[in-house]
C-alpha cells in the first residue's frame, strides 16, 4: 500500500465533540421531560443532519422533535464558539504527517459552515488543504461520495488515500470509495462490519506507526 494522502472524519476522530453532544440531547431532553435513553443518542452518531432529524420525527412527532433540535442545537453551538476539545493524539498525528509533507483532508457529515468554524475554534484548520462536507454532495455517509470528492480535492487517488474514522457509517463510506480505512472507536465499539473492512485501533497515537512504513 502506498499512502500518498490522509483523510479525516472530524466529530468523534479528532475532536472531542460527541460526549459534548450526547450531554446537550441529555439536558435538554430532561428539560422536555422525554424520555429518551442514551441508546437513542448514540445509534445517531455518525448520521448526517437530516436522517437525525428523520429518526426524531420519528418517534416524537415534528412538534416535539423541532423543539427539541433546536434547543440543542442552540446549546450545542454555544460550545461550538467557544472550542471542543481535542481527541488524544491529534495534535501530534496532525503534526507529525504535516512535517513529513503528507496532504491531508477533513471528509465529515457535519455541514460546512459549522465544520469550518468547529475547525477553526479548534485550532487545527490549518492543518488541511481539502475539506469535503455533507453540504457539498448529494449523499452523504454512508455513500462514498464525501471521500471521493476529499480525494478528488487532494488530487490523489482514492486507493492511495488512507481514511481514519470513529464511526461505523464513516467505515463504511471510506471503504466504498476504496480507500484502506483505520477505525479509532469514540462512544460505539467497532462493529463485526466494520472489522471487517478497517483495520481497528484504541487512539490516535497508533496510527502514525501503522502509517510511516507506508507513506510514500
Not at 495534535?91 to 496532504?103: K, T
Not at 469550518?116 to 487545527?124: N, Q, Y
Request: aromatic share 4%; net charge negative; with cysteine.
Amino acid at each position: 500500500m502506498s499512502v500518498r494522502a490522509v483523510i479525516f472524519d472530524m466529530d468523534g476522530l479528532l475532536i472531542d465533540s460527541e460526549r459534548v453532544i450526547l450531554d446537550c440531547w441529555r439536558s435538554v431532553a430532561a428539560e422536555h421531560a422525554l424520555p429518551l435513553d442514551d441508546g437513542l443518542w448514540l445509534s445517531m452518531v455518525g448520521m448526517h443532519d437530516a436522517a437525525c432529524t428523520e429518526l426524531l420525527v420519528r418517534l416524537l412527532g415534528s412538534g416535539k422533535a423541532e423543539r427539541l433540535s433546536v434547543d440543542c442545537k442552540d446549546r450545542y453551538d454555544l460550545l461550538v464558539e467557544q472550542g471542543l476539545p481535542l481527541k488524544d493524539g491529534a495534535i501530534e498525528l496532525l503534526r507529525d504527517l504535516s512535517a513529513r509533507g503528507v496532504p491531508l483532508a477533513v471528509a465529515t457529515s457535519t455541514r460546512r459552515e459549522r465544520a469550518l468554524v468547529k475547525l477553526a475554534r479548534s485550532g487545527i484548520d490549518h492543518y488541511f488543504s481539502a475539506l469535503a462536507t455533507s453540504s457539498d454532495v448529494e449523499h452523504p455517509k454512508p455513500a462514498a461520495d464525501i471521500y471521493l470528492l476529499a480525494a478528488k480535492r487532494l488530487g490523489v487517488p482514492p486507493e492511495n488515500c488512507v481514511a481514519l474514522e470513529d464511526s461505523e457509517m464513516g467505515v463504511r463510506a471510506a471503504s466504498a470509495a476504496g480507500m484502506a480505512v483505520i477505525q479509532v472507536p469514540d462512544l460505539v465499539p467497532a462493529s463485526e462490519l466494520t472489522r471487517s473492512l478497517a483495520q481497528i485501533v484504541t487512539s490516535l497515537g497508533e496510527v502514525r506507526p501503522l502509517l510511516r512504513p507506508h507513506l510514500w
